[in-house]
């Protein structure tokens, strides 16, 4: 395991290569910090062994650009609306996977979706700006606390995660919230609140 700044020089590059490489990447967002691979089986594979949990729960995808969403998955309206008042930021959508899209079933838990995040934070961005969406999830393991710092992270995960990039103390702390936008009709399913209040969620769906 490597531990970097996030800000040093080539710090992107070399945790492009390391997730061309089959490594798991931990880096900052605005939230907590993650962990992300290349969404491939190997890679989801990986992750969900490294977060040591039940791979039904689904792992979320982070991209850098709403068009990255909607190439991976339909956006309905409701989905345009939450995603026009906060993105980037701490949201995470469920959204049906389209039919033309192959990634491993196990993004989705078994089911034919798509949980997506644009966050408000330059390395992931920079980082799916280059490789394009990348499969995500906090990291801790499993039912512990999530990680606020690097530090953190490689107490935790150090013997399994590539490299690390270090952005300091997250800005947040809380995780995203996540909203399943995949239903027949325009109604709201908060799946769990977290950055943003059911209020803000409602609020903006209209």
């Not at 395991?1 to 997730?19: D, T, W």
């Not at 650009?65 to 701490?90: D, H, K, T």
């Not at 977290?194 to 209020?199: M, V």
Request: aromatic share 2%; with cysteine.
């Amino acid at each position: 395991m490597r531990l970097i700044a996030a800000s040093a020089p080539g710090a992107i590059e070399l945790a492009a290569g390391a997730l061309r490489a089959g490594g798991i990447v931990a880096l900052p967002t605005e939230t907590v910090y993650g962990l992300v691979v290349m969404p491939d089986e190997r890679g989801v594979e990986r992750l969900i062994a490294a977060k040591q949990r039940s791979a039904d729960k689904g792992i979320q995808l982070l991209v850098d650009s709403i068009g990255q969403a909607r190439a991976l998955a339909v956006v309905p309206a409701l989905a345009e609306r939450l995603a026009a008042a906060f993105w980037p930021g701490p949201l995470t959508l469920v959204l049906p996977r389209r039919a033309d899209v192959s990634l491993p079933a196990g993004l989705g838990g078994g089911r034919p979706t798509l949980g997506i995040r644009l966050p408000n934070h330059d390395v992931p961005r920079r980082l799916a700006r280059e490789l394009g969406p990348l499969a995500a999830s906090s990291a801790n393991i499993s039912g512990q606390p999530d990680a606020t710092t690097a530090e953190l992270v490689t107490t935790s995960l150090g013997d399994v995660v590539a490299l690390v990039l270090d952005d300091g103390p997250v800005r947040g702390g809380v995780p995203s919230t996540v909203v399943d936008c995949t239903g027949p009709d325009d109604g709201v399913r908060i799946l769990r609140v977290g950055a943003l209040s059911e209020a803000d969620i409602l609020a903006a769906a209209g």
